[in-house]
């Protein structure tokens, strides 16, 4: 095992295994004073807020270092105890509550000298982070993540440089995750595993605090009401309804439900799934804050036990589906959840809300590829979405179908798309001269150069390019390229390229927009126009020709009996199902094959597990490993799939299996109506 040199060292490395962290903006949460130098580092490193846990080790009287038991401070104090060592040792309920009292009291001076008027971080519906510089008991540790988790995180990260393995092993329960560097045996001290192991002074954690704030900025806050994601509430009635139904008869069984789109649009041979990283954070952070309970129980709708049960609310359930990119076709699911009935039945509205809308534009992004292919194109879609998070998520599922980037500005924080922009029309018309616009543009943003040249006359403007363009040379400024955005396009993109080319600017590319979709681009590329690539706006975010999808989340399996719904034009398939794909030699899709989870067919199996006991069983992956699946299955379709028109219908066969079981689920539904006769 390689020692840390300090506990900054620790922090740096601790930083690069947390690297997956970064992008989802987490919250840095540090045990004083030891933890706080670690935790530092990797809030540092990932630029994010970073608070305290005040947590005191309840230590046996005379042997103040063999832990009892830890209080966390909060507005009603948390105390773990750990009754084998209190069994051990005799301590006495008062003798165990006077060490408590002692260390509340260190813990108000320590509040008091570290934090002062320093805002708390906001936690909820947040990833959190905490971090100490190693475990030894876990009996601190435990405490201050099982009050961190009254605290309603999104998800909740215990990371640490060393600790013995089977401590890590015990605290796992207590978290979504777990992250340690080394798990030593025998273990022996934290101290000796660092070279330098200096006792942190009270001094030094002030610093780090006063260095790295708690919150970035009130921004923060604002986001979170503009999008109340987070929140239980952003369900429909009728599921608190069924789910006080359900606690008041006993429904509390298993309950298998499955995602799916009923059939294809007339314009789509094929859907892209995507969503799923959203859905694994909702179904992670599913939890009802205290206003939240107190807005229900003022209702008047509900009963107290509903309440009650709200107040504990956690999704145990496990979680399987096709990877985000995959292609898929009609009643196909590509999710699953499997979870006690009232879990299962709350997650529908927001689920059915991700996956809907994330597929349906990753679909008609998908589709745009096809049709203009090897084009860049980006997402202009944002002030035409219907909704700021239908902005953003349209950018997300484009990219992943395989668009190039988005103008969206805060997609690129959140998820590391490519961001582009050049300038709008206004910028033009502010100036009383066009080539002066074009001037002044180029030298204040000169990196990446793309000049807006249709506010008055297209041609006449590409001619001022021309012109300016040497001048801006001279000074170290290249143009890059013009955007075109409105007007014939085949026809003015053709006068400009003669324009640029004759002028000596061959190597200046041509973008376009303007209300463009997928036939549009179709009718340029095979135009052979010009065009080197492409913005895409309103059609793309309102997926305006197919502005939803048929599709559905039922119940499949109850108490381990398959169920199905024979409602005209909504039946379902009952049971627990799987989809297998097949392929040809040269790796094209044939066919695929809709049965029970449990049958065996020939194929490529889609469902994969993604979560077990409420617990994601690996980080989601990058968005760039995403984007490469969905260009592999677009790769693979058969060549009739990739037109936009007249696409014949791909086969998707059931199997006999699952054919059984329907049958069997009639038989049965048939014979207890006759019972009842």
């Known amino acids: 095992m390689r020692r840390f040199a300090d506990r900054s060292d620790a922090g740096r490395r601790l930083a690069h295994a947390l690297e997956d962290y970064r992008r989802r903006r987490p919250v840095i ?9 670690v935790a530092a580092e990797v809030a540092k490193a990932f630029d994010a807020p970073l608070d305290l846990l005040l947590v005191r080790k309840i230590g046996v009287p005379m042997q103040p270092e063999l832990a009892m038991g830890a209080v966390v401070d ?11 060592v209190i069994d051990l040792v005799g301590v006495s309920d008062d003798e165990f509550d006077a060490v408590c009292r002692e260390q509340l009291v260190e813990i108000e001076r320590r509040r008091a000298r570290y934090i002062g008027s320093r805002p708390r971080a906001e936690v909820t519906g947040r990833v959190v982070i905490v971090i100490d510089d190693g475990i030894a008991t876990g009996a601190t540790m435990r405490a201050a993540l099982r009050a961190t988790r009254q605290r309603a995180p999104q998800e909740l990260v215990l990371a640490v440089p060393v600790a013995p393995a089977e401590t890590i092993d015990d605290l796992r329960r207590e978290v979504d995750a777990a992250i340690c560097l080394e798990t030593p045996r025998p273990f022996g001290a934290i101290g000796a595993f660092y070279e330098d192991f200096r006792q942190v002074s009270d001094d030094e954690v002030i610093a780090d605090l006063a260095r790295l704030p708690a919150t970035r900025s009130v921004a923060v806050n604002e986001v979170a009401r503009m999008y109340p994601a987070a929140s239980p509430l952003l369900t429909d009635l009728y599921q608190l309804n069924m789910l006080q139904a359900y606690l008041e008869h006993g429904r509390t069984g298993t309950a298998v439900f499955e995602f799916f789109v009923r059939r294809l649009p007339a314009r789509r041979g094929f859907l892209v799934a995507a969503g799923l990283e959203q859905v694994l954070d909702h179904l992670a952070a599913l939890r009802f804050a205290a206003d939240e309970l107190e807005w229900l129980r003022r209702s008047g709708r509900f009963g107290s036990a509903l309440i009650d049960y709200l107040a504990g609310f956690r999704f145990t359930g496990d979680v399987d589906a096709m990877p985000e990119g995959t292609v898929f076709f009609a009643d196909e699911p590509i999710l699953r959840v499997t979870a006690p009935l009232p879990e299962a039945q709350l997650a529908e509205t927001r689920l059915v809300n991700i996956l809907h809308f994330q597929s349906l534009v990753a679909a008609k992004a998908a589709r745009m590829v096809l049709a203009a292919p090897g084009k860049p194109l980006i997402d202009f879609g944002l002030r035409r979405a219907h909704g700021a998070e239908a902005g953003i998520m349209a950018a997300r599922a484009s990219y992943l179908a395989g668009f190039a980037g988005t103008a969206t500005v805060l997609a690129g924080k959140e998820f590391s798309i490519p961001i582009f922009g050049t300038m709008a029309h206004s910028f033009v018309q502010v100036h009383d001269d066009e080539t002066a616009a074009f001037e002044a543009f180029a030298r204040s943003r000169p990196d990446d150069l793309v000049l807006l040249i249709d506010t008055y006359d297209t041609e006449a403007a590409a001619r001022k390019v ?14 890059r390229g013009v955007r075109l955005d409105s007007g014939d396009l085949i026809g003015l993109s053709g006068s400009v390229r003669r324009i640029l080319d004759e002028g000596g600017l061959a190597d200046v590319t041509i973008f376009a927009s303007g209300g463009l979709d997928e036939d549009a681009l179709a009718r340029i590329v095979a135009a052979g126009a010009p065009i080197d690539g492409f913005g895409i706006g309103t059609s793309l975010t309102t997926s305006s020709d197919v502005p939803a999808l048929d599709c559905a989340y039922k119940l499949q399996e109850y108490a381990g009996i398959a169920r199905r719904k024979r409602s005209a034009g909504k039946a379902t398939l009952p049971g627990r199902k799987q989809v297998w794909r097949r392929f040809d030699d040269r790796d094209r899709m044939t066919d695929d094959v809709l049965s029970t989870a449990d049958d065996r ?18 980080p989601s992956p990058p968005l760039a490993e995403v984007r490469r699946r969905a260009a592999a299955g677009l790769a693979q379709l058969p060549g009739a799939l990739r037109r936009l028109e007249g696409t014949p219908a791909y086969p998707v066969a059931v199997g006999s299996k699952l054919v059984a079981l329907t049958e069997q689920v009639d038989r049965d539904h048939a014979a207890r109506e006759r019972a009842l006769a």
């Open 466 to 479: 021309v012109r300016l363009a040497s001048r801006l040379k001279a000074q170290g400024i290249s143009v």
């Open 601 to 618: 067919q020939r194929g490529t199996p889609l469902l994969q597990p993604v979560m077990r006991d409420g617990r994601r069983l690996a």
């Open 29 to 37: 949460l540090a045990l004083p004073r030891g933890g706080v130098p």
């Open 74 to 84: 909060g507005t009603a104090p948390i105390v773990v105890r750990n009754d084998d």
